[in-house]
């Protein structure tokens, strides 16, 4: 079971349908940042749920470093040492990221979860208008792709920090947002749905104003049919994710906001 994965591709896949509801067809190719400071780093504590007893599982970590011209995104998820037994975890994704626009330059993702391995290395082209893809087992025996780039595209990572800065709490409740990510040699046309805004009890910091959104997940290995997700982000200037919590093929999951430093806002 992977339960550090699930942060990461939160807001990025699925095909499940939510029903009917306000479709945004024109999202902006590019965003101002309005939402972080750079060297932000947030630390998230992974919990799994079996036979209702939550197991501390690991830890992922997301840091931003700044350049003059852009934005470099590192994300580092791993299982305890006591739980690597159960299943290990030890992947890594990276995202730079444009400073003006927000839009992804260079993303890699080198993942090592129990007995599956893998290693994604995209560069988006924007002048050629292609998005080149080192795609293997690992960085040594990836093959060489190349993808004609469709119009707002984000990597895994990079759409987390576009939608922290697209102004949901503007948004009426069942309002949806498409989504457009590639990796793997493909496009992800999806969408994220929109829903009241609401106080939420998050562990270890109490009652906070909160923005719940629910995004498309996929059914197979991780997720099962008529499972759903719930994101619940801090309804103030950082937009900051506090707790994910979800189903999965066997048992849930919760993410919570262990630790944090150099947000915009304080948040515990």
């Known amino acids: 079971m992977n339960t550090l994965r699930i942060y990461i591709i939160c807001c990025l896949l699925g095909f499940c349908s939510f029903g009917q509801s306000q479709m945004l067809e024109d999202m902006p190719c590019e965003v101002e940042n309005t939402t972080w400071t750079p060297g932000e780093s947030l630390v998230y504590k992974v919990y799994y749920n079996w036979q209702f007893i939550w197991i501390p599982a690991g830890e992922v970590t997301f840091d931003i470093v700044e350049t003059d011209t852009s934005y470099l995104l590192d994300v580092k998820g791993e299982t305890y040492p006591s739980y690597d037994s159960f299943f290990k975890v030890r992947d890594k994704y990276y995202s730079e990221i444009d ?8 993303f890699v993702r080198d993942v090592h979860q129990d007995k599956y391995v893998r290693y994604d290395s995209l560069y988006f082209n924007y002048d050629a208008g292609i998005i080149e893809e080192y795609l293997g087992k690992t960085k040594e025996t990836a093959e060489y792709f190349e993808f004609e780039m469709n119009d707002c595209v984000q990597d895994m990572v990079s759409i ?43 562990k ?21 049919e008529g ?23 066997v048992g849930s999951v919760k993410v919570v906001l262990q630790d944090y430093k150099n947000t915009k806002t304080e948040i515990f």
């Open 99 to 106: 400073k003006e626009t927000l839009q992804p330059i260079y």
């Open 160 to 202: 987390v920090y576009y939608l922290r800065n697209y102004d949901v709490g503007q948004m009426y409740a069942g309002s949806e947002l498409p989504i457009n990510v590639f990796y793997d040699k493909e496009y992800f046309n999806l969408r994220v749905k929109v829903h009241d805004t609401e106080t939420r009890r998050i």
């Open 204 to 224: 270890g910091m109490g009652k906070k104003p909160t923005i719940k959104i629910t995004p498309q997940i996929i059914t197979g290995n991780v997720f099962k």
């Open 227 to 249: 499972d759903e997700m719930s994101i619940y982000v801090l309804n103030d200037d950082s937009k900051v994710p506090l707790m994910i919590e979800s189903a999965v093929t």
